[in-house]
Structures are given as structure tokens and as C-alpha cells.
């Protein structure tokens, strides 16, 4: 199972999964994602909380300055701009955007470049 169908009832949480994901791998969000959303479950739970505390909670995927940034700006974004893209929000590039439309309208006409979203529209990962 990936990420995108772990939270794809939460689309908040699935774009904050992709935006973990970016020049990392499954693995690795999965030791930082769970522990991540019990200290901050919403936007506006990021938006209250210490960046430097998000800094160290994702500290393991690298890149975590310029992560906990996008973190905190696309969590003000989703909670004060009006959209109707996922891409429109900050942060949120083709991959997130792809798994947006998969995962959450369930669009499956999408063309992802993505090799994990190929394989899953492929049918794999939809039982595990």
C-alpha cells in the first residue's frame, strides 16, 4: 500500500504525505508520517506548533528546512485560499497534484510520470 491510499480519505493528510514523499522514498515517510499527524493533525494544528519542533519531527527525510517551510505555507494555504486544483496551493507540484486527482476525486485519466503512481493505476498496490 502507498502513502496516497493510507490517507486517502483526508485530503489534507494525503498532500501533506506527498509533500514528505518529494526526494524520498515509502519507507522512509512511513518512520516520521503516523508520529507527525498524532502531534499535528490539521493545518491549523502546523500553523500553531514550533518550527522548530516540525524541523526535528522530520529531520530523518532530509531537505527538512526547505520541507518544514513548504509544510507550513501549504498549511496556510489550504486553510485560506479557495481552490480548485491542488496545485494551486503551495508547494504542490505534478506528483501531488496526480495523486489529488487519483486519490481523492478519483480521476484515473490522469497521466502521472510518477513510476509508483504508473504501477498503481496499473492495478498493483490495490490489495496490500
Known sequence: MIIQ???QHDPFKLLIGCIMLNQTSNKNVRQVIYDFFDRWPTPNSILEANEDDIREAIR???FY???T???IRFSHDYINKKFNRASELYGIGKYAEDSYEI???GNLNVEPTDKILIRYLNGEFINQ
Request: net charge positive; hydrophobic share 40%; no cysteine.
Open 103 to 105: 486519490f481523492i476525486n
Open 69 to 71: 517551510n513548504r509544510i
Open 60 to 62: 530523518p527525510l532530509g
Open 65 to 67: 528546512n526547505v520541507r
Open 5 to 7: 491510499q493510507e490517507f
